[in-house]
């Protein structure tokens, strides 16, 4: 049972183009919503993360927006580069994050020159 | 990475032979995860330990045993391994409430 759905599964977009990654989650109990960004032969790294206290965050190039009431969270990637390319994970927690992480199933974004 | 170390790196081995993954970690924290990453499936809990003391099963904790020998060190046991386990694991660690969790560089498990 896949608590968090994450898609798409695979994005390609062109240098200075603006990925978006969705994810939605059922739990309403969730109050921690992090992404995760992990290169290949790498463990994931956390990239940034929101509570849903507020609708945007921002931390330089990458965006979270979220939707508390569709259930709904998304990560944007302002003039996106081939630096970027890389595996996005979504997740939830409860209790601000001291419960055990949910992950999404990942997606594998590629940003051509 | 180099805080949290994962041995070995890369292991093949066949169905039924007992095999242990390792991680240690420099950053004193007192929380560590074992997750499994398969292609679709994203990372899924195997088991986590908030102190020495306190170990907890995750999502997928059948077929697995863990063993928390101090503050730095948590090992994950396959019994008996089967090829379903195929796979690559991380360790992550975290310290208090809300903490980032750190990922190590992962170990892939080949089960013939």
């Known amino acids: 049972q896949q608590q968090v759905k994450q898609s798409p599964q695979s994005l390609i977009v062109q240098k200075g183009g603006i990925p978006i990654i969705n994810c939605a989650y059922e739990?309403?109990?969730?109050?921690?919503f992090p992404w995760y960004q992990q290169f290949p032969g790498k463990g994931p790294a956390l990239l940034i993360a929101?509570?849903?206290?507020?609708s945007e965050k921002k931390e330089g190039r990458f965006t979270i927006s979220f939707n508390k009431s569709a259930k709904q969270f998304s990560l944007h990637i302002m003039d996106s580069q081939p630096g970027d390319s890389a595996t996005y994970f979504c997740?939830?927690?409860?209790?601000?994050?001291?419960?055990?992480?949910?992950f999404g199933t990942g997606t594998r974004l590629t940003i051509i020159p | 990475d180099a805080d949290v170390t994962q041995t070995p790196r890369n292991r093949i081995t066949k169905t039924g032979k007992r095999i242990m993954l390792e991680c240690s970690q420099t950053?004193?924290?007192?929380?560590m995860y074992w997750y499994r990453q398969d292609p679709g499936l994203g990372l899924r809990l195997i088991y986590y330990?908030?102190?020495?003391?306190?170990?907890n099963k995750g999502e997928i904790s059948d077929g697995y045993s863990v063993s928390r020998q101090a503050q730095a060190k948590f090992s994950l046991s396959l019994e008996s391994a089967i090829p379903n386990q195929t796979a690559l694991y991380f360790c992550?660690?975290?310290?208090?409430?809300?903490?980032?969790?750190?990922f190590g560089p992962g170990t892939r498990l080949t089960v013939l």
């Open positions: 992550a660690t975290s310290v208090g409430r809300g903490g980032t969790q750190y």
């Open positions: 739990n309403t109990a969730f109050d921690y």
């Open positions: 929101i509570r849903p206290d507020v």
């Open positions: 997740a939830a927690s409860m209790n601000f994050g001291n419960e055990k992480l949910t």
């Open positions: 950053k004193g924290h007192d929380r």
């Open positions: 330990s908030f102190d020495v003391k306190d170990i």
